[in-house]
Nanobody
Framework: QVQLVESGGDLVQAGGSLTLSCRAS????????MAWHRQAPGKQRELVAT???????NYTDSVLDRFSISRDNSKMMVYLQMNTLNAEDTAVYYC????????????????WGRGTQVTVSS
């Protein structure tokens, strides 16, 4: 069974930095796109950043030049480096990944973690 587990969420002051990590585990053959999403209180979940297996990245405008997504394919991990945090970044952060398993070699499936809380105090 595939699992994604996030870590690194914390309470941080405005202007500070934080790095989130997400580890995939299970009977995984390969992982293609990985991403970070977030959901603030009372708001819909939004896509923050994506990264392909080859390392191509994309970001939502509000985090451009402040956040950086990266991955370690050998460890099946994805990271989100967050700098110059502000109160609007307060949210539960989720990672997701498109994963091919031994039981699903053809199409793969999207998997999600349970989230990690990031709170930015102003």
């Amino acid at each position: 069974q595939v699992q994604l587990v996030e870590s690194g969420g914390d309470l941080v002051q405005a202007g500070g930095s934080l790095t989130l990590s997400c580890r995939a585990s299970g009977r995984i053959l390969r992982i293609t796109d990985m991403a970070w999403h977030r959901q603030a209180p009372g708001k819909q979940r939004e896509l923050v950043a994506t990264i392909t297996a080859g390392g191509d990245t994309n970001y939502t405008d509000s985090v451009l030049d402040r956040f950086s997504i990266s991955r370690d394919n050998s460890k099946m991990m994805v990271y989100l480096q967050m700098n110059t945090l502000n109160a609007e970044d307060t949210a539960v952060y989720y990672c997701s990944a498109h994963i091919y398993t031994i039981d699903d070699e053809t199409q793969g499936n999207d998997y999600w973690g349970r989230g990690t809380q990031v709170t930015v105090s102003s």
